[in-house]
């Protein structure tokens, strides 16, 4: 059975650091466009980053640009979401997600991705 498992949030304060992995198991996501979304209690599911199958490609929301990397070691059946300079704001929980094929099209659609993670809460204090 297919699995993707978060792991790497934790707290720390604004202006700091942390990554996120995702572990991917079950089948194999190399071929498949994955990506990040994050969801704070009582909010919409939001996009945060997406990365096509070879790692060419990457999308981000206008929140996390220049700020967050995603990346992926397909070798590994790992996806990664690199965090900096983070604030108060992105205080919530990050979810690991995958669209089960290559088209790189209805990212920021949390529909489109039928694979999703169980979430890693991501604390920031200011």
């Known amino acids: 059975q297919a699995q993707l498992v978060e792991s790497g949030g934790g707290s720390v304060q604004a202006g700091g650091s942390l990554r996120l992995s995702c572990a991917a198991s079950g089948r194999t996501f190399s071929d498949s466009t994955m990506g990040w979304f994050r969801q704070a209690p009582g909010k919409e599911r939001e996009f945060v980053a997406a990365?096509?199958?070879?790692?060419?490609?990457?999308n981000y929301a206008d929140f996390v640009k220049g700020r967050f990397a995603i990346s992926r070691d397909n070798a590994k059946n790992t996806l990664y979401l690199q965090m900096n300079s983070l604030s108060a704001g992105d205080t919530t929980v990050y979810y690991c997600?995958?669209?089960?094929?290559?088209?790189?099209?209805?990212?920021?659609?949390?529909?489109?991705?039928?694979?999703w993670g169980q979430g890693t809460q991501v604390t920031v204090s200011s």
């Open positions: 997600d995958s669209k089960g094929d290559n088209f790189w099209y209805n990212l920021m659609r949390k529909s489109a991705y039928p694979y």
């Open positions: 990365i096509s199958w070879s790692g060419r490609s990457t």
